[in-house]
């Protein structure tokens, strides 16, 4: 009789877990439930929704055939290893939501390669990766209010600086960039609004069709970057960006290295950008670089710039005149951009287009840059593409 009883409560239990487990499981495209969801590697599109996560299968390719948008509430974890494989140009790309959070847990090794599936991939091939944070931005206004991605439509920004998205480490974007036309197009990497909260570590934007990586607003803090063939910008900040930027490899661009804002449309805008940029290299390379090392731009906002390596273009520093960009102007002249110390490479004919009063912001030297001179770092060995 004790027996009996014992196998009966072990077959409820059983039941029990399986029910539970059914419960808790949806497949992606079917009717939505809170809990795990399992996403079919051969049609990766879709939305993951409030109190539902998912966890990528490394030894799958996951085919990235439309959108996928990590809502509020929502997780998505991809493990070392996984490959995502991306058709169907601006209609393709993956966004994570305000509140929604991405793990990325790539390794020097085993790194995550989000790339084209074309047989001959190509930059522009589809979107990218897009993150919304809760973070300031002057986009909106000035006192935390939100704005609108300008890829993915999604609502950004606010006054929690130090907001979480989650956290990327070893990722490997490649042939991003796809446009909707000639003002509208992806980036390797679109970070709107990401707070300080947020972990950002070696990440490689490979072959994208506009700019590698640009932070428009955020707190967010990011090391160990890679912008390799990029054809718009490599790096580019705006809209009150306020973070530190650290370790970054820069080579074959089509315009500026950095292009730093504060704010297309008023470049007084508050909060202001304030940049700490240091350990730089930023080399021309195959591309024109035709917007030159870097680009004090629409305000540009604040600069702290500190051990920055920069050759093979013509100008080191591009910056308009003061009567057509008069607040970048000013904040030289304020001494609110510094370059302490900055390497102009035997190509560079202009150090600085800036002519203004202010005769100490640069301070030449000898650098090291993102890790020995105009050579790839050591800290490139093994996940990357390209170098």
Known sequence: MKKLLISTLAIAAIIFTSCSRDEDTNTLNLPIGSGIVTINPSDFKGELLAGQSATLDATQVYNLTGSFIVRGGATLTIPAGTRIEASGETSSYIAIAQDGLLYVNGTSTNPVVMTSGNAVPAPGDWGGLV??????TNKGGSSGETATSEVGDLTYGGTEDNDSSGFIRYLRIEYTGAAFNADKEFNGLSLFGVGSGTVLQYVQAYKSGDDGIEFFGGTVNAEYLIALHSEDDAIDFADGFSGKLENVFIKDVAKAGVEGSNNGDNGAATPTTNATLKNFTII???????????YLKEGAGKWNCQNIYIDGFTKGIKIKDALTDPAANTNVDNGYVTFN???????????????????????????????????????????????
């Open 341 to 387: 110390p900055i390497y102009f490479g035997t190509s560079i004919t202009t150090q600085s287009e800036y002519a203004g009063t202010n005769t100490t912001y640069i301070t030449a030297g000898s650098n090291s840059g993102a890790g020995n001179n105009g050579t790839a770092p050591s800290w490139t060995i093994g996940w990357t593409a390209g170098l």
């Open 284 to 294: 021309k390379g195959a591309l024109a670089g035709s917007e030159h090392g870097m």
């Open 131 to 136: 993150i919304c944070g809760r973070a300031n």
